[in-house]
T-cell receptor
Framework: EDQVTQSPEALRLQEGESSSLNCSYTVSGLRGLFWYRQDPGKGPEFLFTLYSAGEEKEKERLKATLTKKESFLHITAPKPEDSATYLCAVQAFKTSGSRLTFGEGTQLTVNP | DTEVTQTPKHLVMGMTNKKSLKCEQHMGHRAMYWYKQKAKKPPELMFVYSYEKLSINESVPSRFSPECPNSSLLNLHLHALQPEDSALYLC???????????????FGQGTRLTVV
């Protein structure tokens, strides 16, 4: 069974204090790993797709990396507007290409 | 444009009511999804339509009835819901690629449903 575990559950940072969120996964053949950001009461907003170990993607203060067992979302010099829940999801080869398995998310709070 | 539009944004319905949630996308995506999300939990997959045909039903109770009238529209018909069905209902879409490697899913803003 595909499993996705995100840590920490919650993270409080001061503005400018860089940190990383972790997404550990167990799947029998990874098609793709996805990062989303979700604000309260809103739908998830797509951030990145990673397909193979060693791949990295960047967008503004965010950088996502992928190994064979986990993915990290690095946040450099965060701002209060980066506060949100960050969700990781995986898509496996053995299941339908349309099915995503989500982690429980990391709730990030950035204080000014 | 990566927009998925859901209506209504909020819905309050009684347990004997019939209502429908609507979703629309114009990105040419041929996979469309309904998810249910409870507070502080990740989205849970309910249904998937691939090329307008229902391809995944995650054992959802029959009081939820999906419909895909065309490649841009997705509906979720609701009837005789229970208070525990109150949640954020999310629609999403993605492009379908060869070998089942669908692209990233884009989500709508959701319908906040309250069953009283």
């Amino acid at each position: 069974e595909d499993q996705v575990t995100q840590s920490p559950e919650a993270l409080r940072l001061q503005e400018g204090e860089s940190s990383s969120l972790n997404c550990s996964y167990t799947v029998s053949g990874l098609r793709g790993l996805f990062w989303y950001r979700q604000d309260p009461g809103k739908g998830p907003e797509f951030l990145f797709t990673l397909y193979s170990a060693g791949e990295e993607k960047e967008k503004e203060r965010l950088k996502a990396t992928l190994t064979k067992k986990e993915s990290f979302l690095h946040i450099t010099a965060p701002k209060p507007e980066d506060s949100a829940t960050y969700l990781c999801a995986v898509q496996a080869f053995k299941t339908s290409g349309s099915r995503l398995t989500f982690g429980e998310g990391t709730q990030l709070t950035v204080n000014p | 444009d990566t927009e998925v539009t859901q209506t209504p944004k909020h819905l309050v319905m009684g347990m004997t009511n019939k209502k429908s949630l609507k979703c629309e996308q114009h990105m040419g995506h041929r996979a469309m999804y309904w998810y249910k999300q409870k507070a502080k939990k990740p989205p849970e997959l309910m249904f998937v339509y691939s090329y307008e045909k229902l391809s995944i039903n995650e054992s959802v109770p029959s009081r939820f009835s999906p419909e895909c009238p065309n490649s841009s529209l997705l509906n979720l018909h609701l009837h005789a819901l229970q208070p525990e069905d109150s949640a954020l209902y999310l629609c999403a879409s993605s492009q379908m690629r060869l070998m089942g490697r669908n692209t990233e899913a884009f989500f709508g803003q959701g319908t906040r449903l309250t069953v009283v």
